[in-house]
T-cell receptor, first 112, second 115 residues
């Protein structure tokens, strides 16, 4: 069956460290992979998108990698801050016009 | 721009009651979506509309109906609510960002409790 998995439900790290979140998928060939942030009681907000022919994408302290051979994306937050505490969702973009397929999310807690 | 708006924010229903969740977007997007989010289940697609006049079932459509009223509005109806429909419902639309990437924009959600 088709699956998308985020490696852990929760990740706790100390301020200043790099957080690394993992998204694995099976039986898909996505054209794009997207990462969203969701704060409690709010809707998800888009962060980054990476195409299948891109290895890496950066935006300020965020970095996303995409390995279509391993069927895996890694999401890094460098120099993490307590304000980065949230749930992060990865989403596969399979086909234009259809909906994104979301993972269940990883809840990141950054302690000071 | 208000983005994606949803009404109501909260709702409590009794089993068997009906209600309609409203969603509107002001970004001129063609595609709109309804998701439900439950603890441990992530976001699951209920229905989507790729363009005005079309709707398609998603992963969990049973117990729901939708109407794409016009390009701006996409409503979700529960005809006979059940406790299993207690959830947070998100509406989303999809369109181009300034850099040409197509991403989804989400509303703030409707929290529904069915007793």
């Amino acid at each position: 069956s088709q699956k998308i998995e985020q490696n852990s439900e929760a990740l706790n790290i100390q301020e200043g460290k790099t957080a690394t979140l993992t998204c694995n998928y099976t039986n898909y060939s996505p054209a794009y992979l997207q990462w969203y942030r969701q704060d409690p009681g709010r809707g998800p907000v888009f962060l980054l998108l990476i195409r299948e022919n891109e290895k890496e994408k950066r935006k300020e302290r965020l970095k996303v990698t995409f390995d279509t051979t391993l069927k895996q994306s890694l999401f890094h937050i460098t120099a993490s801050q307590p304000a980065d505490s949230a749930t992060y969702l990865c989403a596969l973009d399979i086909q234009a016009g259809t909906a994104l397929i979301f993972g269940k999310g990883t809840t990141l807690s950054v302690s000071s | 721009n208000a983005g994606v708006t949803q009404t109501p924010k909260f709702q409590v229903l009794k089993t068997g009651q009906s209600m309609t969740l409203q969603c509107a977007q002001d970004m001129n997007h063609n595609s709109m979506y309804w998701y439900r989010q439950d603890p441990g289940m992530g976001l699951r697609l209920i229905y989507y509309s790729a363009s005005e006049g079309t709707t398609d079932k998603g992963e969990v459509p049973n117990g729901y109906n939708v109407s794409r009223l016009n390009k701006r509005e996409f409503s979700l109806r529960l005809e006979s609510a059940a406790p299993s429909q207690t959830s947070v419902y998100f509406c989303a639309s999809r369109g181009l960002r300034h850099n040409g990437q197509k991403t989804q924009y989400f509303g703030p959600g409707t929290r529904l409790l069915v007793l």
